[in-house]
Nanobody
Framework: VQLQASGGGLVQAGASLRLSCVTSGRPSRQYAMGWFRQGPGEEREFVASISDNGGLQRYGDRVKGRFTISRDNAKGTLYLQMNNLNQEDTDVYFC?????????????????WGQGTLVTVSS
């Protein structure tokens, strides 16, 4: 499975941004998928995950209520809608896929990773 994340950029605080992650290889419907983020010298932080059929979602405490994860298995694409961004959301965002179908929140549960897309939120 190959993952390609995109959609990052520079925005002002309070703005919205939508990240996308296109999968190729095996059908994405076979995998749970998630978003993580990581800053320099920091551990990878769980952002959100979604089950293989899209019926279950989980969110990290810092993004709950502001971010929404979704997927379109017909297009093989994962999304992360980010609203009301603040400076603490500045990070490199990674999409990932896991063989299990539920909603894993730990990075080591994921088998494949995209290359990351940078989100920068200015004041």
């Amino acid at each position: 499975v190959q993952l390609q994340a995109s959609g990052g950029g520079l925005v002002q605080a309070g703005a919205s941004l939508r990240l996308s992650c296109v999968t190729s290889g095996r059908p994405s419907r076979q995998y749970a998928m998630g978003w993580f983020r990581q800053g320099p010298g920091e551990e990878r932080e769980f952002v959100a995950s979604i089950s293989d059929n899209g019926g279950l979602q989980r969110y990290g405490d810092r993004v709950k209520g502001r971010f929404t994860i979704s997927r379109d298995n017909a297009k093989g694409t994962l999304y992360l809608q980010m609203n009301n961004l603040n400076q603490e959301d500045t990070d490199v965002y990674f999409c990932a896929a896991a063989r299990i179908g539920q909603v894993p929140t730990l990075a080591y549960n994921y088998n494949w990773w995209g290359q990351g897309t940078l989100v920068t939120v200015s004041s």
